[in-house]
């Protein structure tokens, strides 16, 4: 449809932002695809006011609130002409600040009534929240910590049929214990999340309809709940679906503050300072790491010097290498402490001393980045730390194993030592090998940084491997490193 004249209130707010057509094309671009819109599509909803086909109208006016930090529906970008759709919905849509227990069961009924949709293949598209909104809503849940929640949990043990007692839940909990060890094994696309879910599926049932035979096993069940979500969450980070994921997340975070668990808390927010970090969101990054230490105060050693480690790397996506080294001290320091394996949550099970180590490399890699002074020997460092964690032959964390081979990878050729980048690249360009989204998008990262510099072009071993990363991605669609594209 179009209609007359510009669009006069679109023009305006991309000009506030500083946006050109292109940079609203590439916004576009990291939810929708590449390829999706081009710039001359945008020019003409800017210079003839056409209105654009479902669901960008909802999907562009996300974008936009977002950048410029207040609500703009799509009335008034279009003034009346678009449609919404409806299913395309904020991360944070329903979710509320957390002040307690009826935030929680609102997310559960959510996921009740709705969350069938994932599991058949089809779900509705969550749109990553950012800026204030997010950070507000991290804040709210330190906010309430102190506040008394003071919401029973619901349980009707008389109704025939749907008993759920403390062993049940005990079953629950060990699906839940594998899944995490499956994550770790094949990481997130949209099989795995769709196998997971219909396990929350079936506890929120249970959550909503009060089977649990005792107040005591419906908080036990609301744990195990939590605790998926938090899986579930992951893996949908994994798979590059960024708005699922914070919505599993906002669910985990609702649980927690509803059984008064504050260091899951703090590892609910701390997954969402990792993803805001490698979104590259540094705002973000750093007021929810921040979000996370404070959460994690009373938490045993090992998780404090997660969430003080992802801080330190929030540090050194600002270039700020002091700032950096004092904080990633101190998580050593809480790591290395007499206590800190005896009292690691089982559910922390990954990270230990060498993990704490690895975290180190990525932050070393981030600071060189940002900051030429010291560039070389911060990352003769990382390459030093990470080494050790990326083996293929890793039987345990093999996702990992390729997410640090190729994070390596890259740190290499930032170095100009090209043959080694290829040579830890090129054993990961297997079927089957590269599983994971996030890991497939560093691949495509790579190619583009080779692509960059004309004069490797002549080189025959950057040609093959190009060629066989083109095939590879050709090949393994869908499931795997297709979606990445296609998200």
Request: hydrophobic share 45%; charged share 20%; aromatic share 8%.
């Amino acid at each position: 449809m179009t209609i007359s004249g510009k669009n006069t209130v679109l023009l305006g707010v991309l000009a506030e932002l500083g946006w050109s057509h292109g940079k609203l094309v590439a916004a576009l671009a990291d939810v929708l695809g590449r390829g999706y819109v081009g710039r001359s599509t945008v020019s003409e909803w800017v210079n003839h006011s056409r209105v654009p086909r479902e669901p960008l109208p909802t999907v562009i006016a996300h974008l936009l609130s977002e950048a410029v930090g207040r609500e703009l529906d799509i009335t008034q970008l279009w003034g009346g002409h678009a449609v919404a759709s409806p299913l395309w919905l904020p991360s944070m849509h329903g979710a509320a600040e957390i002040s307690g227990g009826s935030g929680n069961a609102k997310l559960v009924t959510d996921w009740v009534d709705h969350g069938a949709a994932v599991s058949a293949g089809d779900p509705r598209t969550f749109l990553a929240t950012w800026g204030q909104r997010l950070t507000d809503f991290a804040w709210s849940y330190l906010d309430n910590l102190g506040a008394d929640v003071r919401i029973a949990l619901a349980h009707s043990a008389g109704r025939r049929g749907h008993y759920v007692s403390a062993p049940m839940v005990e079953i629950y909990a060990g699906i839940v214990a594998r899944l995490r060890r499956f994550d770790d094994q094949e990481g997130g696309n949209l099989a795995t999340i769709a196998f997971a879910h219909r396990f929350l599926m079936m506890i929120g049932g249970h959550l909503h309809t009060g089977d649990a035979e005792s107040e005591d096993v419906a908080a036990q069940l609301l744990r195990v709940w939590m605790q998926l979500c938090q899986v579930i969450g992951w893996m949908a980070y994994d798979a590059e679906q960024h708005g699922l994921a914070q919505r599993y997340f906002f669910s985990t975070l609702h649980a927690a503050r509803t059984l008064e668990d504050s260091a899951f808390g703090a590892h609910a927010l701390a997954h969402l300072a990792h993803q805001a970090i490698y979104c590259g969101k540094k705002r973000e990054a750093t007021e929810l790491a921040n979000a996370a230490v404070e959460a994690a105060k009373g938490a045993p050693y090992a998780q404090r010097a997660l969430v003080t480690a992802l801080l330190a790397h929030t540090e050194a996506l600002s270039g700020n290498a002091h700032g950096f080294e004092i904080t990633m001290d101190r998580a050593r320091s809480l790591m290395q402490h007499s206590s800190a394996a005896d009292t690691k949550p089982e559910w922390l099970y990954w990270f230990d001393d060498r993990e704490c180590l690895a975290k180190r490399g990525h932050g070393l890699l981030a600071l060189s980045r940002v900051s030429s002074r010291g560039a070389a020997g911060w990352l003769a460092e990382a390459v030093r730390l990470l080494h050790p964690k990326t083996s293929l032959a890793d039987q345990e964390f093999p996702r990992e194993a390729v997410y640090n081979r190729l994070w390596l990878a890259r740190g290499y050729m930032w170095r100009g030592d090209v043959d080694q980048a290829l040579e830890l690249a090129r054993p990961t360009l297997v079927e089957n090998v590269v599983r994971s989204p996030r890991s497939a998008k560093l691949l495509r990262a790579l190619n583009a940084e080779l692509a960059a510099r004309p004069s490797l072009s002549k080189r025959s071993s950057v040609a093959e491997f190009r060629a066989e990363l083109a095939a590879l991605m050709q090949r393994d669609t869908g499931q795997r490193i297709g979606m990445a594209s296609q998200i």
